[in-house]
């Protein structure tokens, strides 16, 4: 149980995905202009993540050991099916969430979080609950990063800022002291 | 009449030009190539580099096993398996009747002369910032570690990376005892041989590797102590030993 | 008709390196551009690595491109692109393991970097298999020299050494958040700050000559 708080945790703060492993930045620097927005967006990265990670572990466990050099490409096609049969689907069983998360899905695909769970998670070795609780805290994760940035940037938005600074550049800089602050988080749960 | 009009000349001025059809076969062929030329690639380099990625991978376990048992000139491998120790050979038929699907290694190294040196037990744990992976060397007869070895860290380099770079932390383990068990204490307080001098900066890293210590004691004392160790005997031939790396660049 | 070719094949390899430069114009593939530039040596090996998958999925692209419908292009280019990130994998395994061990899972990553993919869509499958060479070539060698520059910085002032090389002797105290993930950020952002203020002040200068 310990590992499994540990694992959640770990995901979640310590080693945020985003602000410790700079995964999912493209929208992490591209979209998070609104508070919403960045939920939203999160919030279909869970969903994706955690059908992946059990996707992930499937393959791994039963389809893997007999081609392990097809890892990279099976992971890969596994997303991009997923992310086009989870819009389909959701767009004939749930209009609202398909309004509310929709546009966001094609997004994900190439999203380097995504590939990026099913590769740590694989690496590490991880059983099917141990998969789904890392994709449920790197998710969580991806979501409060993006969340962050995006209320930072809602605030700054009425600021003076000096020209040669606005956009990329001051973005990477905001994320860089949200990481730093995030380094505090170092140490939790591991007694 | 007018506002019809309008939205009519919209009408046509968004019309998009219909693309020619493409038939289905095409399509399944095209994406077929593909993957037959992505296969035979990826399979053509995996084959040619899968033996060098194999030996680089032995070498990197002997230098570490070999690093942690002073004196050690070839090693057997030993699985843990429903709380007992299992030979190499045994293995598969056990690992297939095992009740518990845990499995965990653990080498047994031989000196010069054939003699048993002690177990290289590798443990891995969360440290402060993500898993510290380690192996240690453990002496059976008077249940010390006599060695010491950080294989993966994420710690905090210039505090605790300390773990692996600090020439005084090292020292604490040429004889270490485990009974009853290791305990940390402040730098310059070590009074008996089951105390750990924690680095100043880094007390949760060196907590964590005295913890790692201990739980893999744990894990691995009563089965060690239940093996018959008479049974344990230097490799012949196997490619376990200093000397297969010479071996191998023979062959070549 | 021989000088016009080569001029364009000079064009398309430098435009890669600075007026379209992958990362400090496009801002693309970002998450190599911060993990793997905590030192100068990953820098260096992680833009190699893209340089071969890039020119060898442009090359594999452009050849087919005729074939490949577009229905499904996206998916062959994803497959090519893995390919060759897979066999790059295997190889830095083989004959660099310490350097496969700094790099990770990231090598892996490279498949998702837009930068290839973008590459495949916006030029290989719409050129001959010579020019598209010298678009990734270049593409892929501004991307190296983006992440060089990010990588010296950070290891200059995190680690106090270059390549591995001590730089500064025993009493430097060196900015360890800098080889950190925060490092990552503030070196881009600062960097892209410079690059923004030099290309500010070289628009000022032609508009005063004009």
């Given at each position: 149980m310990n590992d499994l708080v540990w694992i959640f945790v770990s995901a979640l703060l310590v080693n945020n995905f985003t602000l410790s492993y700079f995964l999912g930045l493209c929208p992490f620097l591209g979209v998070t202009a609104r508070l919403e927005t960045a939920f939203r967006l999160g919030l279909a990265n869970i969903f994706v993540m955690l059908i992946t990670a059990a996707c992930a572990y499937a393959l791994n466990t039963?389809?893997?050991?007999?081609?392990?050099?097809?890892r990279l490409i099976s992971f890969i096609i596994v997303i991009a099916s997923t992310v086009q049969f989870v819009e389909m689907a959701m767009k004939k069983l749930s209009p609202t969430l398909f309004k509310a998360l929709g546009i966001f899905l094609p997004l994900i695909t190439t999203n380097c979080a995504i590939l990026g769970l099913a590769l740590f998670q694989t690496n590490k070795g991880y059983g099917f609950w141990e998969g789904m609780i890392y994709a449920l805290g790197a998710g969580g994760g991806v979501t409060l990063a993006l969340a962050l940035l995006a209320g930072v940037r809602e605030e700054t938005r009425l600021l003076n800022i000096p020209k040669l600074i606005e956009g990329t550049a001051f973005n990477l800089i905001i994320a860089g002291i949200i990481s730093m602050a995030f380094m505090g988080f170092a140490g939790l749960f591991s007694s | 009449m007018n506002e019809n009009e309008e939205i009519e000349e919209k009408k046509e001025a968004t019309v998009i030009p219909v693309e020619p059809e493409v038939s289905s076969f095409k399509l399944i062929f095209s994406l077929g190539l593909a993957g037959l030329i992505s296969g035979i690639i990826i399979v053509g380099s995996y084959l040619y580099t899968l033996p060098i990625i194999e030996k680089n991978k032995a070498e990197a376990q002997r230098t570490a096993i070999f690093k942690v048992l002073e004196g050690c000139t070839s090693f057997v491998t030993l699985h843990l398996i429903d709380g007992k120790l299992v030979e190499d050979d045994n293995f598969p038929k056990v690992k297939k009747e095992a009740i518990t699907k845990e499995e965990h290694e653990v080498f047994a190294g031989f000196d010069a002369d054939g003699k048993l040196i002690g177990f290289a037990i590798p443990a891995a744990e969360p440290g402060f910032q993500d898993i510290i992976g380690t192996i240690f060397g453990y002496d059976?007869?008077?249940?010390?570690?006599?060695g010491f070895e950080v294989l993966e860290s994420k710690e905090?380099?210039?505090?605790?990376?300390?773990?692996?770079?600090d020439a005084d932390f090292a020292l604490n383990f040429k004889s270490l005892a485990t009974i009853p068990e290791i305990l940390p204490v402040k730098k310059g307080a070590k009074k008996s041989p089951n105390q750990i001098e924690t680095i100043t900066g880094a007390t949760i890293s060196s907590k964590a590797v005295i913890r790692i210590l201990n739980n893999a004691i744990k894990l691995w004392q009563e089965p060690i102590n239940k093996f018959d160790k008479s049974l344990l005997k230097p490799p012949t031939t196997?490619?376990?030993?200093?000397n297969s790396a010479d071996k191998i660049s023979e062959n070549e | 008709m021989s000088e016009k070719e080569t001029d364009k094949k000079a064009q398309e390899f430098l435009?890669?390196?600075?007026?379209?430069?992958?990362?400090?114009?496009?801002?693309?593939?970002m998450c190599p551009a911060l993990a793997v530039t905590n030192s100068a040596i990953n820098s260096l090996a992680m833009g190699l690595a893209t340089t071969f998958v890039l020119v060898c999925s442009s090359i594999l692209v452009s050849s087919l491109r005729k074939v490949i419908?577009?229905?499904v292009r996206i998916t062959a280019y994803v497959i090519i692109i893995a390919t060759f990130v897979t066999v790059v994998d295997f190889a830095l395994a083989a004959f660099t393991p310490s350097i496969q061990k700094e790099l990770g899972a990231f090598v892996a990553l490279i498949v998702v970097n837009c930068l290839i993919l973008g590459r495949q869509e916006a030029f290989a499958s719409k050129n001959g298999v010579v020019l598209s060479i010298f678009d990734a070539a270049g593409m892929s060698l501004g991307f190296t020299f983006a992440l060089l520059c990010i990588g010296v910085i950070r290891e200059v002032i995190g680690s106090g050494s270059l390549f591995d090389f001590p730089l500064f002797g025993a009493g430097y105290e060196p900015w360890v958040v800098m080889i950190l993930p925060p490092g990552g950020f503030f070196a881009l952002g600062f960097l892209l700050f410079g690059f923004n203020w030099y290309a500010g002040r070289k628009r000022k200068k032609e508009l005063v000559k004009a």
């Open positions: 039963w389809v893997l050991p007999y081609a392990p050099y097809l | 059976v007869v008077n249940q010390t570690i006599i905090t380099p210039g505090l605790g990376d300390k773990i692996f770079k196997k490619g376990n030993t200093e | 435009k890669g390196l600075w007026k379209e430069n992958p990362v400090f114009v496009a801002v693309l593939g419908p577009k229905q």
